[in-house]
């Protein structure tokens, strides 16, 4: 068992989300960043589905009530156990009654904290993820909360430390394909032209983006868009002409002409991006879209 004993902007479990449950209206949710959190489970020796904690920005503060295996990925957040500094990424022994705390970190959005044995809370729909959208899933952590702990697997960590770049401090270049509707605007290339800046309105469901240089996106048809099936990575653009890429709780249907989707494997630098950072998009034809991942971990 762990003891939240207090949370910053935002904590909650999540895993790697419920996927197949679109014709319920359900979205899959689960870690925003996933190379991240699978890391995170990685050094603990769990599988990279465990459950674990995703915090936005740090200020968490946890005590252990007996001794657990914790690392923390992502977002750099400097941490301490009881008073003594420990390192990013790498494994952290907790003996009962010590207290992990996580300061803000200076690049990057959020971080992951994985416990040996997973955080054992009763699955929702097959999932442990919280999903903001739709309510699905333990509520956000607050003071007080205690989180079981699942029994430990079999495999054990074999390293003590991932040596991984931090997300980038300041402009994050991202790879998109055009389409599917990029012939309902005037110049869908504009999306490739000049950077724009990762807006204070995001969240888990979309990365919202503001024009910092360049043209606007402007629609060619004007008329209403049936409803169609989103995908994670989506670049929905509404009237407002500032677009929107979907997220780890991005709903599953939308209305919006979507003028290009992010590469899979660059999800979760978007997902890292912090409000106020300037992103480019750089374009990638579809049928190279598979090739050269950049995943960073």
């Not at 979205?27 to 991240?36: E, I, L």
């Amino acid at each position: 068992m762990i003891v939240i004993e207090q949370v910053g902007p935002l904590a909650t479990v999540q895993d790697l989300g419920r996927p197949g449950w679109f014709g319920s209206g359900v979205g899959p949710a689960g870690a925003a960043d996933r190379s991240s959190f699978r890391l995170a489970n990685r050094l603990v020796g769990n599988p990279e589905e465990y459950a674990g904690l995703e915090v936005l920005l740090g200020g968490l503060v946890l005590r252990a009530d007996t001794h657990v295996t914790v690392a923390v990925t992502g977002a750099p957040a400097p941490a301490v156990v009881d008073a003594t500094p420990v390192g990013h990424a790498s494994v952290l022994e907790l003996e009962a009654g010590q207290v992990l705390r996580l300061g803000l970190a200076t690049v990057g959005l959020r971080s992951y904290l994985a416990v040996r044995g997973g955080i054992a809370v009763p699955p929702v729909l097959g999932s442990r993820s919280r999903d903001t959208l739709s309510g699905i899933g333990p509520v956000p952590l607050g003071p007080g909360d205690t989180l079981p702990i699942g029994p430990a697997p079999n495999t054990i960590p074999v390293i003590d430390f991932a040596p991984v770049a931090d997300p980038p401090a300041d402009i994050v270049t991202i790879r998109a394909v055009l389409g599917p509707r990029d012939d309902w605007f005037t110049d869908p290339t504009a999306l490739f032209e000049g950077a724009w800046v990762m807006s204070t309105d995001t969240d888990r469901v979309g990365a919202r983006l503001d024009r910092r240089e360049g043209p606007p996106l402007e629609r060619t048809v004007e008329r209403e868009l049936p409803t169609e099936g989103m995908a994670l990575g989506s670049i929905q653009v509404p009237p407002s002409g500032q677009p929107v890429v979907f997220l780890a709780d991005h709903p599953i249907t939308g209305g919006y002409p979507v003028v290009a989707v992010v590469l899979d494997a660059d999800v979760d630098a978007v997902a890292q991006a912090r409000p106020g950072q300037p992103v480019r998009f750089r374009p990638v034809r579809a049928d190279l879209s598979s090739a050269n991942p950049a995943g960073r971990a």
